[in-house]
């Protein structure tokens, strides 16, 4: 039996509800792989600052650093908007990632044919989407120095060569194990810190990924061809806050924010959540979509628990559920699916392979 220990942090709105649905496949992964998993759960977000008063209890964030993997809900809500920037749920986030030391960021996009009517494309844009985004996730402009007197604020963007160093090799080893095409994203006409980045990233990928195929496409542009063209895409590798913006851009290819999945990796740690917010507008009416969190689990298994088959067999239970429907309402129209159903119904697939 290998034995995985994992943090399970809901956090706020519907956090909880898929993390519920995450944890159950989780568990049946377990067993079908004799995994004997034991989960500790933490606090973090808006639900550690009612309880504390901050955004991360301390125990928390040192059970993270002990574990095997972390899974992780979604933080924030209107509660708490007016909090200062420090005492805000995401800080709690900020501060897992920064300590947990996961510097890279991985959004795998696909878009499936039978989800082509809920998105707003036309088939044939879609026809062979599927794309990884590497996004650094521990610098730049999240991270730099901040402030605010009552007519201004200001919020610093620094890079320093070993971060764009690490992150470019991340993305050009994911690169070679795919297609060998490498789409670095940056302002370089305007910024300094893309100017650093796109030089660094050119001499990683010469001197120790001479087979990837590398362009650099500013994001402004990368934001169009992602609607235009998105088919031409591989690995994109980009900065922190250009990552953050244009992944809620490519989950519109897939169907819904809520099927997109993520792992956040470091040297050892690996923390995974899905991409979506915490969508206070429909906590607790149990409908929201699990489907980005339990592809998390899948990319925990393969990542961080070293479960390549139950992985695989997560994510072919998932792909059979999404081609039959029906689906939750972010997706669904008519006679959608609740979060529980969907569950069950991802659950029996996986115990039927
Ligand atoms: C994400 C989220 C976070 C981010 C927020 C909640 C701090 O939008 O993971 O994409 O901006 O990184
Ligand atoms: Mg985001």
């Known amino acids: 039996m290998t034995d995985a220990h994992v943090v399970i942090l809901p956090g706020d709105g519907i956090g909880p509800e898929v993390l519920e649905s995450a944890i159950l496949v989780l568990q049946k992964a377990a067993q079908m792989g004799s995994i004997d998993l034991r989960l500790e759960h933490g606090w973090i977000g808006g639900s550690a600052l009612d309880l504390c008063g901050e955004p991360i209890f301390p125990e928390t964030l040192q059970a993270c650093k002990e574990a095997h993997a972390v899974l992780l809900g979604a933080v924030g ?14 800080a709690g986030l900020l501060q897992l990632r ?49 402030g605010r007197d009552p007519d201004s604020a200001f919020d610093v963007c620094r890079y320093h060569r070993h971060e764009i160093e690490r992150i470019a090799r991340v993305a050009g080893r994911l690169a070679q194990q795919r297609r060998k095409k490498l789409c670095s994203i940056d302002k370089a006409n305007v910024m300094e810190t893309s100017r650093l980045w796109r030089q660094v990233v050119t001499e990683v990928m010469e001197r120790e990924f001479p087979d990837v195929q590398l362009e650099h496409v500013l994001v402004d542009a990368a934001a169009m061809y992602l609607t235009l063209k998105p088919a031409q895409f591989d690995v994109l590798l980009t900065e922190n806050m250009f990552g953050d913006i244009l992944s809620d851009q490519a989950s519109t290819l897939a169907g819904s924010l809520g099927l997109l999945p993520s792992a956040s990796l470091g040297e050892q740690l690996g923390l995974y959540e899905p991409i979506h917010g915490s969508a206070p507008d429909i906590a607790g009416r149990g409908i929201a979509n699990p489907i980005g969190t339990i592809l998390s689990v899948a990319m925990m298994l393969r990542l961080s628990l070293h479960q390549p088959d139950l992985a695989d067999a997560v994510e072919r239970a998932v792909e059979k559920v999404l081609a039959t429907g029906p689906l939750t309402p972010d997706l669904e129209r008519y006679h959608p699916s609740h979060t529980r159903e969907l569950t069950t119904r991802v659950c029996s697939a996986l115990g039927a392979e």
Do not use: S
């Not at 809500?77 to 749920?89: A, D, F, Q, S, V």
């Not at 879609?126 to 610098?139: F, H, I, S």
């Open 77 to 90: 809500g209107p509660k708490w908007e007016n909090n200062p920037g420090h005492l805000r749920p995401e």
């Open 98 to 146: 920064k300590e947990m030391g996961v510097y890279a960021n991985l959004r795998p996009v696909v878009a499936r044919p039978a989800l082509a009517p809920f998105t707003p494309y036309r088939p044939e844009i879609l026809q062979g989407v599927d794309l990884l985004m590497v996004r650094e996730l521990t610098g730049g402009i999240y991270f730099g120095e901040k």
